[in-house]
C-alpha cells in the first residue's frame, strides 16, 4: 500500500502563478476590506460589490499557471497517495495533475445557487446580478465567506489524521478553522511548512523552512520520491 502524504496549502503557493495572497503587504485584504467584499452580510447587502470582487479573481485565477510547485506536487502521486486540502480557490492544483484536491473554502470556477449551497454550476465566466439558478434565486460565487463553514471539514480531519508526512505550504496560518487541521496530523508523521512568513504559530513538531515555495517544494518532493 502507498505512503500517505496530506498536503494543505494557502495563497503562498500560487503567489509565484501571480496569484495576490490576502494578508502579505500587497495582499488583497490590504486593498478590499473584508467586510465590504467577503462576508456573508456583504453579498446580501452589497451583492455587486462581492460579485465584481470574485469576478476578477476569476479573471485572475483563469490567466495563472500553475508553478513549480503545484507541479512537483502533483508528480509525488508516482510513489504516494497524495490528498491535498487547499485554502485555495484557484485550480492550479487540478491544472498541475494533482488528483484529489479538497477545497475548504470553495472554487471560483463554479457558481452556486444563493438558497441551496447544494445547487452548483461549473462557471467561468462573470457572475452578474440577475442570473439565477434553477430556483431562481441570484447565483453567487461557489466561496466559504466569512461567517459561513468550512466545506469538507470532516474529510481533510479523517485524511490528515492517517497520514505519513504532512506538508503545509504558503498559509499564514490565520484562518480558522483550516489551519488547526495541522494540529491533527499524527505525532510519528514528518511534518514540514514551508511559507515566507507565518502570522499565526508554527504547530508543534512541524519543521519551518522559510522561502519561496516554488523554490523549496520541488527539493523537498524530488527527495520524498527517491
Ligand atoms: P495569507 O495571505 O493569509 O497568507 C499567505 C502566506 O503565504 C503568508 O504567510 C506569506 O508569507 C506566504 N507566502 C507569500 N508568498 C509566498 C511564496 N512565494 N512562497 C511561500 N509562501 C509565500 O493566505 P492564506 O493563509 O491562504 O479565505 O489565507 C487563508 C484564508 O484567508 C484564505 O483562504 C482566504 C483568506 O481570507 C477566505 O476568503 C474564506
Avoid at 479573471?59 to 500553475?66: E, G, S
Avoid at 461549473?122 to 440577475?130: L, Q, S
Wanted: glycine share 6%; charged share 20%.
Amino acid at each position: 500500500m502507498k505512503k500517505k502524504i496530506v498536503v494543505f496549502t494557502g495563497a503562498g503557493i500560487s503567489a509565484e502563478s501571480g496569484i495576490r495572497t490576502f494578508r502579505d503587504n500587497d495582499g488583497l485584504w490590504n486593498e478590499y476590506p473584508v467586510a465590504e467584499v467577503a462576508t456573508k452580510f456583504a453579498l446580501e447587502h452589497n451583492t455587486e460589490i462581492v460579485l465584481k470582487f470574485y469576478n476578477q479573481r476569476r479573471l485572475a485565477a483563469a490567466k495563472a499557471q500553475p508553478n513549480f510547485a503545484h507541479i512537483a506536487l502533483a508528480e509525488l502521486e508516482s510513489t504516494y497517495e497524495v490528498i491535498i486540502l487547499t485554502q485555495n480557490v484557484d485550480d492550479l492544483h487540478e491544472r498541475a495533475g494533482s488528483s484529489n484536491v479538497i477545497h475548504l473554502h470553495g472554487q471560483l470556477n463554479r457558481a452556486q445557487s444563493s438558497i441551496d449551497s447544494s445547487i452548483v454550476y461549473a462557471w467561468d465566466k462573470p457572475i452578474h446580478i440577475g442570473q439565477h439558478c434553477e430556483l431562481n434565486s441570484q447565483l453567487r460565487p461557489n466561496i466559504v465567506l466569512f461567517g459561513e463553514p468550512v466545506l469538507h471539514l470532516e474529510e481533510a480531519r479523517r485524511h490528515i489524521k492517517s497520514a505519513d508526512k504532512v506538508l503545509a505550504i504558503g498559509s499564514s496560518l490565520t484562518v480558522l478553522p483550516a489551519a488547526s487541521l495541522l494540529k491533527k496530523a499524527p505525532y510519528k508523521a514528518e511534518k514540514i511548512l514551508v511559507s515566507l512568513d507565518v502570522k499565526g504559530k508554527i504547530p508543534y513538531g512541524y519543521k519551518f523552512l522559510r522561502g519561496k515555495a516554488a523554490n523549496i517544494v520541488p527539493a523537498i518532493c524530488k527527495n520524498w520520491i527517491l
